[in-house]
């Protein structure tokens, strides 16, 4: 790498910066300052402009660096990833976007307090939402430190931390002064921006082996050091019974996790109607769709290309594996196509980062105000001083999310997202879907149902493969990895789905009828949504 890849590379990095924050400073200046406005961006976008929002919400850096990585160094068993990322929109189309947007206006407690009592499903939705929030954060930090030593084209630690702090720093600076709007701004051109470098690389890659996928593959099987066996099921996840319940527990996690990320749900409240929601899911499903395809080409590209050992040199993880394909692709270290193409890969990647860390920070923000602060504040509330707290929120968020990125630098992405999925869908999802269909559901079920999802996905991943016990692991120098999957899903996710049962049928609060016959009118109608 040369001194050229660098300068060029951050120079299109800093463009971005210059870019995001002139729209961020022009949105501040059109705020009125209210919770509906920094939520919600005022709940004035069409659906194709929020479907935009939410891929460039969705495609983070876990699915450009980390799913082309996992793909480039296992091959089939990478793909899950992507099959599983795809497949949960399903999920949220026909089960949560039209109905959780008549029910809500901000956070997912709002659509559970339609029928049950404020004070503690507030507390706990609240709780579950930031703890998901920042796990996914861990993940975006991890891949800008990656990307960081890549370009100074060494591993030293300071840069990669030095990287992550400023990363923190401008995602609050983001949420800070334009809220909503500037988020949603800086997600459709994220999108824009991944989605045109993506392209060009795949094209790339194909004509590389002249549009021959069966070239391709061929060959990277051949390069991975796997032969083919790279291109079977079990790299990664046949060694055993305890690897291949992995692989059930991570699909599991993937697949049920998005419809309960707060963050993706937070984008259905900034649009006028229901009908929107579930159209900017459409516009999503489809280029998610199609920018998944894609990063399984560059995955085997970079397998075929640079060969999964090259990937693996560049880091155990293979978070690099794109800036290095691009590099290969343009003519090679030295030449300016090469230094071009990387340094316009980089800069998107980081574009990306930046992008997704805004979004989850402001719904991780949103909750800490708008649930936590109104449920445990004693002091009069006015919407001025929620949207103040939510703004010092997004810096809390912000200090906690670098202090963990520091720790987990060499975790894939991919990987790390995996977990936030897990949480996500051991204790978001349970709650959202009782409280939409169950008749009986009560107030103890709800908060049973998060709790009982929450905190066994947590311990479980701390006593997990991940934190201790092995060269890869957070804290590799100690072992009390007593849980032996790497995705508590598979046993997580029932509990919270048990738990809400369990605390339902023993609670002696009677079900809300009324309030339950309120909310399906109100999900399945529209009558009385924000």
Not at 224 to 236: C, D, I, Q, R, Y
Not at 486 to 511: H, I, Q
Request: overall charge positive; hydrophobic content about 55%; charged content about 10%.
């Amino acid at each position: 790498m040369t001194g050229t890849h660098h300068v060029l590379a951050l120079a299109l990095f800093c463009a971005f910066v210059l870019v995001t924050l002139a729209i961020t400073t022009w949105v501040g200046r059109e705020r009125r300052g209210s919770p509906e406005e920094f939520y919600a961006g005022g709940r004035l976008f069409s659906p194709m402009e929020n479907g935009f929002a939410i891929a460039g919400d969705y495609m983070s850096a876990a699915s450009f660096l980390g799913v082309t990585g996992l793909i480039a160094l296992y091959g089939y068993d990478g793909i899950l990833y992507t099959v599983g990322f795809l497949v949960a929109w399903l999920v949220v189309l026909f089960l949560v976007a039209e109905l959780v947007r008549n029910c809500g206006r901000f956070t997912l407690a709002d659509v559970l307090v339609t029928r049950l009592r404020e004070r503690p499903v507030r507390i706990a939705a609240g709780a579950s939402s930031v703890t998901v929030s920042v796990l996914y954060l861990v993940a975006q930090m991890v891949g800008a430190g990656s990307l960081m030593t890549l370009l100074l084209g060494g591993t030293g630690e300071r840069a990669r931390a030095w990287t992550v702090v400023g990363v923190g720093v401008l995602m609050v600076v983001y949420i800070t002064l334009g809220g909503m709007r500037a988020a949603t701004w800086i997600q459709i051109v994220k999108a824009v921006l991944l989605l045109g470098g993506t392209v060009a690389l795949t094209v790339l890659v194909l004509l590389r082996f002249h549009g021959d996928l069966s070239a391709l593959l061929t060959t990277a099987a051949g390069r991975s050091g796997h032969g083919p066996a790279f291109l079977a099921p079990g790299l990664k996840y046949g060694g055993g019974w305890t690897a291949r319940l992995d692989f059930v527990s991570l699909g599991l996690a993937l697949v049920l996790g998005t419809a309960g990320l707060p963050h993706i749900l937070s984008r259905f409240y900034t649009v006028p109607t229901a009908r929107a929601a579930r159209r900017s899911v459409v516009w999503s499903i489809g280029l998610i769709g199609g920018f998944y395809l894609m990063t399984i080409v560059l995955g085997f590209g970079a397998a075929a290309v640079l060969g999964s050992d090259a990937v693996r040199a560049a880091g155990p993880a293979g978070n690099n594996a794109v800036p290095l394909l691009a590099l290969d692709l343009g003519g090679g270290a030295g030449s300016t196509g090469g230094t071009v193409l990387f340094a316009v890969v980089a800069a998107i990647a980081f574009a990306t980062i930046l992008a997704v860390v805004a979004g989850i920070t402001l719904a991780s923000s949103a909750s800490v105000a708008h649930d936590l602060y109104r449920t445990l504040s004693r002091r009069a509330r006015t919407p001025r001083s929620e949207v103040a707290v939510a703004r010092l929120a997004a810096a809390g968020t912000g200090a906690v999310a670098i202090g963990l990125g520091l720790l987990a630098q060499d975790l894939n992405v991919a990987f790390l997202v995996g977990l936030a999925f897990a949480v996500a869908a051991s204790a978001n999802l349970p709650v959202l879907l009782y409280t939409l269909f169950w008749r009986r559901f009560t107030t103890r079920g709800a908060v049973w149902s998060v709790y009982g999802g929450l905190v066994p996905a947590v311990v479980l991943v701390v006593l997990s493969p991940v934190v201790s016990g092995g060269p890869g692991a957070i804290f590799p120098g100690a072992d009390f990895a007593l849980f032996p999957l790497e995705n508590p899903g598979l046993v997580s996710v029932p509990l919270g789905f048990l738990a809400g049962w369990l605390g339902t049928v023993t609670s002696s609060e009677p079900a809300d009828a009324g309030g339950h016959a309120e909310t399906e009118v109100r999900s399945l109608t529209g009558a009385g949504a924000a």
